[in-house]
Each structure stands twice: as C-alpha cells, then as structure tokens.
C-alpha cells in the first residue's frame, strides 16, 4: 500500500465505525429490520461463501445500485468485504451518498469464517451454463435463482406428437431439468407435417426414443425420461406423482378422464392444449384453484362425436403455437410467476388471425373436484370409448 492508500484508509477509518464479526453476529442475531447487511465484494468471492441474509453489490457497482438495493437512507447499512479494506472504503462512499448509519465489519469475511461464524455457498453456475441461460438469467423475474428452479423442475408430457414435440423441444432449451415422456407410438411418415421432434430418418422408430435423441442434442443438462408404454389404470398414478406439471397432449377421451382424475388425487397441475383444423385452446387445470375437465365435461362424449387429428385434420403448424402457449403456461407455473391460466380457456382461431378467451367455472357438483367428489372412484371409461388410448 502506498502513501496515498494508506491516507485515504485512515481517513475514511476516522469517519466509518467498525465492528467487529461477533458484533455483526449480535446484530443479526436480534432481526432487527431496520439493518442491511451487504457484501461489497467480487462474484467469484461471492459464489465461495457469503453470510447468510446478506445483499450483493459488489464495490464496483455500488454507486449505481446501492439505490435500489438500499432505498431508506436512514438504515444502518453493515458492509463487509474480504478483509475489511475494501468495506471501508465503501462506507466512505455511502456517506457521501447521504447513508445516515454505516458500519464496517473489520476483518472481512476472513475474519467471519475464523471465527466459525455461520455462512452459505450458494449455487453457483458453469461457465457453459452461465452462457446458455445468459437471456434468462438477465430477466429480473427469472435470474439465477428462477434458471435453477427450472433445471431442478420435472415436467410430464403425455406424448411427443403435435402438441408434446414443440412443448418438449421448447422446455428443453429453457432449462427444464427432467422432462418425462411417455408414448407407446413408432413416429409414422404422417407425422412429421406437425410432430417438430422427429425426422424422415427415425420414421418406425419409438417417438419417445426420437424425442429423448433430439432434446438431449438440443441441451444436454436436460434428463429425459422415457416410457414407452400407454398411460393407463396401472401406470398413472405413479407417473403424475413424480412430476411437478403434467402437459396434456392427447388426442382421446379415455386418457384425458384419466389424467384429470389422477391430477386432483396427487394435487398437479395440468397445462390442457388441443388442436381441430384451424382451431386450437390452451387452458390449465389447478386443482381446487380452478375447474378440472370434468367441471367442464362430466362424461365423455360418444366416440361419433369425438374425432381425433387422424380423423378430422390439423394444419401443421397449429400446434406448434399451441404447444409453446403450454410451455409458457409451464415456465410460468414453475417459477410462480404472472396470471397462469387457470379457469380461462384460450382460444385461437388460426384462419381470423385471433385470440378470445372464455371464463371457466368450478363446479360444486363435479365428480372430480366438487364437494362430495370421490375421484379415485370414478370410471376410467377405457371401456366405454370406442376411441382407442393413443397419445
Ligand atoms: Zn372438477
């Protein structure tokens, strides 16, 4: 240190008070709202250990986001960096900025860790990571905290066809840690006019097992799980109580009955998406915060009146926009974040070119979630659609 350093450090230890760590601990220890604690020093020392409640602003940013960290300037603000230099320094600064109560912990985080004082690592991101996540991590809404959150969610889809492929791929760029995917089906030339996930040359390959190839090519940190099987009596339960969202992308009865069914019972959500043509809706089923399909459908209809995309046609790329509505219903359900849409139904009209939406209600009566309801009771009605379980 020279001349100059050491004046300017004893001048601003004449102006800024200092406390020692276990006065700092003795502080904290009575949760007193009107004290911040701050950390002033560089991320990477940051990412190696921290004191448990403290805020990050590291000394190079300090002028330009105390402001926001710190609004009340009548707070008493407790700035600790390594060593004890560096907070000083800052605190020096905080006066000159009008902060009315700042104290510098002497010896630093050393100090505090010497002494056997509490603190956190907290999760720290690859480098790869940092950079693939880099646009989320820069929303305010989403950060670091809301991309582990994704990578740490699990995320059910009910097939990878029209509405399960761009959902999937879309879910896998964004960090969703585990995606499962149950489908019994081999990818068919038909499908590949809407079905983003597979390709000419898995065709009579298992869907599940393409959609696994494609979305751990697209982003390896993503766990793919794989069934290929149908969902039914025996499986549903187990599969929905593993997960923390389920994407209803099927195409007949029998299954969606059952997945609503099993949802209530196990307490998930459901993001509902279906496609007709032209026509599309997007929905998400809470339970109890929302209907549930059976407040809107108690029974299926007959198969007659029921057709389903191999029947009736879908323009390929409606699902594609459907499917990312669900995948956004997902992240947004995931992170807690905005208006999901619960007891709305959302719907798109791809030939006008528009969206409307209607309100959807609970019913007290409803056999799956009303008042009196049983739902582990009901039937599956596998038997009593002519419609067969495919996904
Ligand atoms: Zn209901």
Aim: proline share 7%; glycine share 10%; with cysteine.
């Amino acid at each position: 240190m020279g001349d100059a350093s050491r004046d300017i450090l004893r001048r601003a230890r004449q102006q800024v008070p200092e406390w020692s760590p276990s006065q700092v601990q003795d502080a904290l220890s009575q949760k007193n709202d009107d004290l911040v604690l701050i950390d002033v020093r560089e991320k990477h020392e940051w990412n190696e250990g921290h004191i448990p409640g403290a805020l990050h602003v590291p000394r190079g940013f300090l002028e330009l986001q105390i402001e926001e960290a710190v609004p009340d300037k009548s707070k008493q603000v407790v700035l600790y960096c390594a060593g004890g230099v560096r907070s000083l320094m800052a605190g020096n600064t905080l006066q000159q900025m009008g902060y009315e109560n700042v104290i510098s912990m002497s010896g630093g985080f050393g100090q505090w860790k010497g002494g056997g004082f509490k603190f956190v690592q907290p999760r720290a991101m690859t480098e790869t990571q940092a950079k693939r996540y880099s646009r989320h991590v820069l929303i305010p809404e989403v950060g670091e905290e809301g991309q582990f959150k994704l990578l740490d969610s699990k995320v059910l889809l009910i097939g990878a066809g029209g509405l399960g492929s761009p959902a999937a791929y879309y879910l896998a760029a964004a960090g969703v840690g585990t995606l499962g995917i149950i489908d019994a089906d081999t990818v068919d030339d038909s499908n590949l006019q809407r079905q983003i996930l597979h390709n000419t040359e898995r065709i009579g390959q298992y869907k599940a097992e393409s959609a696994r190839q494609t979305l751990t090519a697209l982003n390896p940190d993503v766990k793919v799980v794989t069934y290929i099987e149908r969902l039914d009596e025996t499986n549903v339960r187990r599969l929905v109580a593993e997960y923390d969202v389920i994407v209803d992308g099927t195409d007949n009865f029998p299954t969606r009955y059952l997945l609503n069914d099993t949802a209530i019972i196990e307490n998930k959500p459901v993001v509902h998406g279906s496609v007709f043509r032209f026509e599309g809706q997007v929905t998400v089923f809470k339970p109890y915060e929302g209907p549930c399909y059976r407040c809107l459908f108690p029974e299926p209809p007959p198969p007659a009146l029921a057709p389903s995309c191999a029947e009736a046609g879908v323009l390929g790329v409606l699902p594609g926009i459907i499917g990312l509505l669900q995948a956004t219903e997902i992240i947004k359900l995931l992170l807690g974040l905005g208006d999901p849409l619960v007891g709305r139904l959302l719907t798109y009209d791809a030939l006008a070119g528009e969206f409307n939406e209607l309100r959807l209600y609970r019913d007290p009566q409803c056999p799956a979630c009303g008042e009196h309801a049983h739902p582990e009771d009901l039937p599956t009605y596998a038997e009593v659609c002519a419609v067969p379980a495919r996904s």
